[in-house]
């Protein structure tokens, strides 16, 4: 049985004190359970906070994105390795808002996985279909390119010790959940894209679910056999309903 991950990213959300009293919140109703891990993903700015808040807690903590450079002359990019010097444990890359809003390619997802790597960050790969691509009948092939980037940048040996998250875009902060069957079904063709080149790496890969995850949707999604926990947007800002889905993840088999 593979671990489950409940994972918040708070996007360009945040401040300093609305931080300080979220991050209370989390810890103070979170209950650790052996197999089950929960951070969070910030700003950078907040990256400093974060860490002094959730050192020493069964809180982990991660950027939002990281530089396909490692330095120089990259105005506004942020280095696996800063992230690290501040103790970041994850790197979500290829969000589908930085492929859409910030033209983050395959190709430049690929570069960034590999330099969170390098780095010694856990990435997370996000991956997923727009809603024209699954009414077009397209979602596996859109969802086989997007993976087939990185494998082709790092090998399917690159891929172990990452994360995946499966995200359809047409459910990101809609309110529209993936249903059970349709996140399973999407999470068992990316394992065997995986498989197909790597069986053991493919069957210890944790893959999460990302769009429109609730606490009232949280448990059938985490009891599917391939979905191995969350990536969660809006409901992430708010401690009590990121705790229910932590809650939710914890009862999970
Ligand atoms: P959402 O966002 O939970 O607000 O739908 C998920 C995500 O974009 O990671």
């Known amino acids: 049985m593979r671990d489950k991950h409940v994972v918040g990213n708070w996007k360009l959300n945040g401040s300093l004190a609305g931080n300080d009293s979220l991050v209370r919140a989390i810890l103070a109703g979170v209950t650790p359970r052996a197999g089950r891990h929960l951070a969070v993903c910030v700003p950078a700015p907040y990256l400093a906070q974060a860490q002094s808040l959730l050192k020493g807690t069964p809180v982990a903590w991660g950027g939002q994105d990281v530089s396909r450079f490692e330095k120089g002359a990259y ?68 969802l086989a390119r997007q993976l087939d980037a990185v494998l082709a940048r790092v090998g399917a040996a690159g891929l172990d010790g990452a994360l995946v998250a499966y995200e359809p875009v047409w459910a990101i902060g809609t309110g529209r959940t993936a249903t059970a069957a349709q996140a399973q079904e999407a ?22 679910y990302g769009g429109s995850v609730k606490g009232s949707n949280a448990a059938e999604l985490f009891a599917m056999p391939d979905v191995d926990g969350g990536l969660i947007g809006g409901a992430s800002l708010v401690a009590e309903d990121f705790l229910a889905i932590w809650r939710a993840a914890v009862a999970a088999e």
């Open 75 to 142: 105005t506004g990019e942020v280095s696996g390795a800063m992230l690290r010097e501040f103790g970041a444990t994850f790197a979500i890359v290829g969000h589908s808002e930085r492929r859409t809003l910030f033209g983050d390619t395959d190709a430049v997802v690929a570069e960034k996985f590999a330099s969170a790597r390098k780095a010694g960050l856990v990435p997370i790969l996000c991956v997923g279909e727009t809603l024209a691509e699954r009414e077009g009948g397209t979602t596996e092939p859109v």
């Open 187 to 208: 999470h068992a063709f990316l394992r065997g894209r995986v498989a197909g080149q790597d069986a053991a790496v493919a069957a210890r890969l944790p893959m999460l």
